[in-house]
Protein backbone atom coordinates (compact mmCIF):
# COMPACT_ATOMS: atom_id res chain seq x y z
CA UNK A 1 0.00 0.00 0.00
CA UNK A 2 1.07 3.67 -0.43
CA UNK A 3 1.95 5.40 2.53
CA UNK A 4 0.60 8.52 1.45
CA UNK A 5 -2.78 7.08 0.45
CA UNK A 6 -2.97 5.52 3.94
CA UNK A 7 -1.90 8.25 6.07
CA UNK A 8 -5.25 10.27 6.11
CA UNK A 9 -6.93 7.30 7.44
CA UNK A 10 -4.25 6.23 10.36
CA UNK A 11 -3.77 10.34 11.16
CA UNK A 12 -8.10 9.38 11.82
CA UNK A 13 -7.29 6.00 13.55
CA UNK A 14 -4.51 7.99 15.98
CA UNK A 15 -6.90 10.76 16.78
CA UNK A 16 -10.20 8.82 17.14
CA UNK A 17 -8.45 5.92 19.39
CA UNK A 18 -5.67 8.49 21.46
CA UNK A 19 -2.49 5.95 19.76
CA UNK A 20 0.57 7.82 19.63
CA UNK A 21 2.27 7.96 16.21
CA UNK A 22 5.58 8.63 18.12
CA UNK A 23 5.27 4.92 19.72
CA UNK A 24 4.13 3.48 16.62
CA UNK A 25 7.58 4.86 14.89
CA UNK A 26 9.85 3.92 17.99
CA UNK A 27 8.39 0.08 17.66
CA UNK A 28 8.85 0.72 13.72
CA UNK A 29 12.21 1.37 14.60
CA UNK A 30 12.89 -1.08 16.69
CA UNK A 31 11.76 -4.20 14.57
CA UNK A 32 13.89 -2.70 11.56
CA UNK A 33 16.46 -2.77 14.29
CA UNK A 34 15.98 -6.36 14.91
CA UNK A 35 15.62 -7.81 11.22
CA UNK A 36 18.33 -5.32 9.71
CA UNK A 37 20.57 -8.23 8.52
CA UNK A 38 17.96 -10.05 6.75
CA UNK A 39 16.68 -9.18 3.17
CA UNK A 40 12.73 -7.96 3.97
CA UNK A 41 10.71 -10.79 3.18
CA UNK A 42 8.54 -10.07 0.56
CA UNK A 43 4.82 -10.94 -0.70
CA UNK A 44 4.80 -10.60 -4.26
CA UNK A 45 1.31 -8.67 -5.50
CA UNK A 46 0.32 -12.28 -7.28
CA UNK A 47 1.04 -14.14 -4.53
CA UNK A 48 -2.46 -15.85 -3.56
CA UNK A 49 -3.50 -14.89 -7.46
CA UNK A 50 -5.99 -17.91 -8.83
CA UNK A 51 -5.93 -19.65 -5.26
CA UNK A 52 -8.62 -19.54 -2.50
CA UNK A 53 -7.72 -18.31 0.60
CA UNK A 54 -8.91 -18.54 4.34
CA UNK A 55 -8.38 -15.62 6.23
CA UNK A 56 -9.09 -16.94 10.34
CA UNK A 57 -9.62 -15.20 12.95
CA UNK A 58 -9.54 -16.46 16.74
CA UNK A 59 -12.88 -16.09 16.98
CA UNK A 60 -15.33 -18.65 18.78
CA UNK A 61 -16.67 -20.06 15.83
CA UNK A 62 -13.09 -21.09 13.92
CA UNK A 63 -12.89 -24.45 15.20
CA UNK A 64 -16.10 -25.18 13.67
CA UNK A 65 -15.16 -23.46 10.82
CA UNK A 66 -12.24 -25.48 9.96
CA UNK A 67 -13.22 -27.53 7.59
CA UNK A 68 -13.36 -24.19 5.37
CA UNK A 69 -9.88 -23.62 5.80
CA UNK A 70 -8.48 -27.51 5.74
CA UNK A 71 -10.17 -27.06 2.04
CA UNK A 72 -8.45 -24.01 1.16
CA UNK A 73 -5.20 -23.40 -1.14
CA UNK A 74 -4.07 -21.54 1.08
CA UNK A 75 -4.75 -20.38 5.02
CA UNK A 76 -3.55 -17.15 6.68
CA UNK A 77 -4.22 -16.81 10.39
CA UNK A 78 -4.57 -13.87 12.35
CA UNK A 79 -2.75 -14.25 15.83
CA UNK A 80 -3.86 -17.22 18.12
CA UNK A 81 -6.28 -18.40 15.24
CA UNK A 82 -2.81 -20.12 13.81
CA UNK A 83 -2.48 -22.06 17.00
CA UNK A 84 -5.83 -23.53 17.41
CA UNK A 85 -6.35 -24.51 13.76
CA UNK A 86 -2.35 -26.52 13.88
CA UNK A 87 -4.12 -27.97 17.36
CA UNK A 88 -7.57 -28.92 14.88
CA UNK A 89 -4.97 -30.57 12.29
CA UNK A 90 -5.25 -27.79 9.56
CA UNK A 91 -2.02 -26.03 7.88
CA UNK A 92 -1.28 -22.83 8.10
CA UNK A 93 -0.06 -21.02 5.19
CA UNK A 94 0.97 -17.67 6.53
CA UNK A 95 0.57 -15.80 10.01
CA UNK A 96 -0.57 -12.05 10.95
CA UNK A 97 0.45 -11.00 14.65
CA UNK A 98 1.55 -8.05 16.99
CA UNK A 99 3.06 -10.97 19.16
CA UNK A 100 0.74 -10.27 21.80
CA UNK A 101 -0.36 -13.78 22.71
CA UNK A 102 1.51 -16.45 21.11
CA UNK A 103 5.76 -14.99 20.39
CA UNK A 104 6.46 -18.43 21.45
CA UNK A 105 4.32 -20.06 18.97
CA UNK A 106 5.89 -17.97 16.59
CA UNK A 107 9.02 -18.85 16.90
CA UNK A 108 8.34 -22.42 16.04
CA UNK A 109 6.47 -21.19 13.28
CA UNK A 110 9.37 -19.46 11.88
CA UNK A 111 11.91 -22.47 12.48
CA UNK A 112 9.27 -24.16 10.42
CA UNK A 113 9.46 -21.92 7.64
CA UNK A 114 5.87 -20.65 7.74
CA UNK A 115 5.92 -17.12 6.83
CA UNK A 116 4.59 -14.47 9.39
CA UNK A 117 3.83 -10.89 9.11
CA UNK A 118 5.22 -9.59 12.77
CA UNK A 119 3.72 -6.07 13.39
CA UNK A 120 5.06 -3.01 15.03
CA UNK A 121 2.89 -0.74 16.80
CA UNK A 122 3.44 1.72 20.13
CA UNK A 123 2.86 -1.18 22.62
CA UNK A 124 4.87 -3.90 21.90
CA UNK A 125 8.23 -3.08 22.34
CA UNK A 126 9.40 -5.49 24.55
CA UNK A 127 7.88 -7.97 22.66
CA UNK A 128 9.26 -7.21 19.98
CA UNK A 129 12.69 -7.14 21.88
CA UNK A 130 12.13 -10.27 23.22
CA UNK A 131 11.17 -12.54 20.56
CA UNK A 132 12.12 -11.29 17.11
CA UNK A 133 15.84 -12.13 17.59
CA UNK A 134 14.19 -15.67 18.31
CA UNK A 135 12.81 -16.24 15.19
CA UNK A 136 13.80 -17.50 11.91
CA UNK A 137 14.15 -13.99 10.31
CA UNK A 138 14.04 -15.11 6.82
CA UNK A 139 10.21 -16.24 7.76
CA UNK A 140 9.88 -12.72 9.10
CA UNK A 141 7.24 -10.31 7.09
CA UNK A 142 8.18 -6.41 9.34
CA UNK A 143 4.92 -4.47 9.06
CA UNK A 144 3.52 -0.84 10.63
CA UNK A 145 1.02 1.36 10.36
CA UNK A 146 3.12 4.30 10.34
CA UNK A 147 5.63 5.10 7.12
CA UNK A 148 7.86 3.07 6.41
CA UNK A 149 11.35 2.69 6.39
CA UNK A 150 14.13 1.09 4.91
CA UNK A 151 13.91 -0.56 1.63
CA UNK A 152 10.41 -1.08 1.09
Not at 42 to 58: H, K, P, Q
Not at 80 to 97: F, M, S
Request: aromatic fraction near 6%; charged fraction near 25%.
Amino acid sequence: MNFETWEPVYEAILADFGYDRAGDERARDRLADLVADEGPLGLAADSFEGETVAIAGAGPSLEADAERCRTADVVVAASTAADRLLAAGVAVDWVVTDLDKHAASVADLTADGVPVAVHAHGDNVDLLTEWVPTFDLESVLPTTQAAPVGPV
